[in-house]
T-cell receptor, first 113, second 117 residues
């Protein structure tokens, strides 16, 4: 019974390609997030969605676009992949707003060649 | 903007010892939450402990406890009777009380904790 799941766990692709990472949570949470963990293990927020509405966007390039078909899913689409996009991407969710603990998915390691 | 500083990139202790990981933060907020997350080699981010800034009592979870000093903006994690399974990266994180908007976590750079047999 995985609470927050991501697919795929590993993604290897060429520069210039377009790819998507899927995230699903079965916790009934209203808010979902995407974080990027770089090669030095530093984690940084990219997006959050609350009831299908984008709440924050932390100066992420517009090649990255979150899409939420419903409140249980928040997918990350990346266009024209660059070498610097190589990282681990984590999805997370929380019950509602900023008082609630965030629970993370297992991460997706993206490698751009 | 908030910043979180973990000054110990790596620590190593013997099994069964007690170890303390340090974390300091900078914020102008009065209401916020602090967390310690653990990331073992499996990569999964696991919540270890959470502290509400308005609570004076330090949070504890079994062998894990924190020393929260609000005035000093310090939030250290103590692991008692350390076990081999505690080997992991430990991240300190800050979240402000947004009062309605969803906010992300601000993370420190992490401390790699190694428990030696």
């Amino acid at each position: 019974d995985t609470a927050v799941s991501q697919t795929p766990k590993y993604l290897v692709t060429q520069m210039g390609n377009d790819k998507s990472i899927k995230c699903e949570q079965n916790l009934g949470h209203d808010t979902m997030y995407w974080y990027k963990q770089d090669s030095k293990k530093f984690l940084k927020i990219m997006f959050s969605y609350n009831n299908k509405e984008l709440i924050i966007n932390e100066t992420v390039p517009n090649r990255f676009s979150p899409k939420s078909p419903d409140k249980a899913h928040l997918n990350l689409h990346i266009n024209s992949l660059e070498l610097g996009d190589s990282a681990v991407y984590f999805c997370a969710s929380s019950l509602s707003t900023s008082r609630d603990t965030q629970y993370f998915g297992p991460g997706t390691r993206l490698t751009v060649l | 903007a908030q910043t979180v500083t973990q000054s110990q990139p790596e620590m190593s202790v013997q099994e069964a010892e007690t170890v303390t990981l340090s974390c300091t933060y900078d914020t102008s907020e009065n209401n916020y939450y602090l967390f310690w997350y653990k990331q073992p080699p499996s990569r999964q981010m696991i919540l270890v402990i959470r502290q509400e800034a308005y609570k004076q009592q330090n949070a504890t979870e079994n062998r894990f406890s924190v020393n929260f000093q609000k005035a000093a903006k310090s939030f250290s994690l103590k692991i008692s009777d350390s076990q081999l399974g505690d080997t992991a990266m430990y991240f300190c994180a800050f979240m402000k009380d947004g009062g309605g908007g969803a906010d992300g976590l601000t993370f420190g750079k992490g401390t790699h904790l190694i428990i030696q047999p």
